[in-house]
C-alpha cells in the first residue's frame, strides 16, 4: 500500500489544482488575463529557479534538448496560458477543469498521429465517448441554449497546446528529470511571454488588482497551487506509481464546479454534470487496464488552474 502521507498529498494536491481554476476565474475580475498569465508565471519561475539553484541539481541540456525544450515552452507555457486565461474570462472555472480532462486522450491521439503509437480499440471507444462530454459542455455548458462559447474555444486550444507539449517532454524525459524540464520550459514559456503583454499594454487593455489580498493569492496559487503541489504530485507518481496518482486526476473538475458555485456563484449545469462524467468515463475507459493495454499514464504536472 502506498505510503499513507503520500495519499494525502495526492487529495491535497487535487484539492489545490480543482480551487486553482476558481482562483484564477477570481484574480480575473482584477487583472487582464495576459497581465495575470505573466505575473503568475514570473513568480512560478522565480519559485523553480530558487529551488534549483538551493538542490544545485540543475545541468546544462544539450543542443536537441533545448530545441525540444523551446517547443514545449511554446506549447505548454506560452500558448496554453495565453488560450487559457482568455477562454477562462468568457467561460467558467467548472468548464475550464472539464475540458482540460480531456487531455490525456487528445495526448494519446497526437502521439498516433506524430509518434506513431498505437492506439487500442479501448482508446477508440475511450476517445468517442470523452468527445461527447466535450460536445455537450461547449455546446450547452454556458446556459440552456444551444451554441458554442468563443470562451470554450480558446479553452480547448489551450489543452491542445499542453496536450502538444507533452510530446516534446515525453522526448526528454528519457535523458533529463520531469523537475528539469519543468523548470526549463516553464522559464521558456515565461520569457517568450513578455511580447504578449506589451501587445496588451499597448491595446489598452491591461489593468492589474488594486487589492493586496489579490495579489497574495496570486504569489499562494503560483508558489503553493502550482510549485509545491507540482513536486507533491512527482512525489506522489514516484511512491503511489502512475496508477494510483491518475485516479486522483479525476477529482479536480468537480471540485472546480463546487468551490465556483459557492465562491463565484457560477450555476451547477447538468451539461456540466453530464459531459464531466462522459470525459472521466472515456479517460477511464482509454487506460483501462486489460489484454495488451497499459496502465494510465499520469501527467507529470498540471500547469493550468
Request: hydrophobic share 55%; aromatic share 10%; glycine share 10%.
Amino acid at each position: 500500500m502506498a505510503d499513507r502521507n503520500v495519499l494525502l498529498k495526492l487529495w491535497g494536491v487535487s484539492l489545490l489544482w480543482g480551487c486553482n481554476y476558481v482562483a484564477s476565474a477570481y484574480m480575473l475580475r482584477d487583472f487582464s488575463p495576459i497581465l495575470l498569465s505573466f505575473t503568475r508565471l514570473v513568480v512560478m519561475s522565480l519559485f523553480l529557479i530558487s529551488v534549483a539553484a538551493i538542490n544545485g541539481s540543475m545541468r546544462r541540456p544539450t543542443r536537441r534538448e533545448w530545441g525540444l525544450l523551446l517547443f514545449a515552452g511554446i506549447f505548454g507555457t506560452l500558448c496554453n496560458q495565453l488560450f487559457y486565461f482568455t477562454g477562462l474570462q468568457h467561460s467558467t472555472a467548472g468548464n475550464a477543469a472539464l475540458i482540460n480532462a480531456l487531455a490525456p486522450i487528445a495526448t494519446a491521439l497526437l502521439s498516433r498521429a506524430f509518434l506513431k503509437e498505437t492506439i487500442t480499440p479501448m482508446k477508440l471507444v475511450g476517445t468517442v465517448v470523452a468527445l461527447l462530454g466535450v460536445v455537450s459542455i461547449v455546446l450547452y455548458g454556458g446556459g440552456n441554449s444551444l451554441g458554442v462559447s468563443a470562451g470554450d474555444v480558446y479553452l480547448l486550444l489551450a489543452m491542445l497546446g499542453m496536450s502538444v507539449s507533452l510530446l516534446f517532454i515525453r522526448k526528454l524525459t528519457g535523458a533529463m528529470s520531469s523537475y528539469e524540464v519543468t523548470i526549463y520550459s516553464t522559464v521558456i514559456g515565461t520569457l517568450m511571454m513578455s511580447p504578449a503583454v506589451s501587445l496588451e499594454a499597448v491595446s489598452g487593455n491591461f489593468h492589474w488588482s488594486h487589492h493586496a489580498a489579490t495579489w497574495v493569492l496570486l504569489v499562494c496559487v503560483a508558489v503553493i497551487g502550482q510549485g509545491l503541489a507540482g513536486f507533491w504530485w512527482n512525489q506522489g507518481i514516484a511512491v503511489a506509481g502512475p496508477s494510483t496518482s491518475a485516479m486522483f486526476m479525476n477529482i479536480p473538475p468537480f471540485v472546480a464546479i463546487v468551490v465556483s458555485f459557492f465562491v463565484l456563484g457560477d450555476p451547477i449545469r447538468a451539461a456540466q454534470i453530464g459531459g464531466g462524467l462522459l470525459i472521466l468515463a472515456g479517460v477511464a475507459i482509454s487506460n483501462a487496464k486489460g489484454r495488451g493495454l497499459s496502465g494510465p499514464r499520469a501527467p507529470a504536472r498540471e500547469l493550468n488552474g
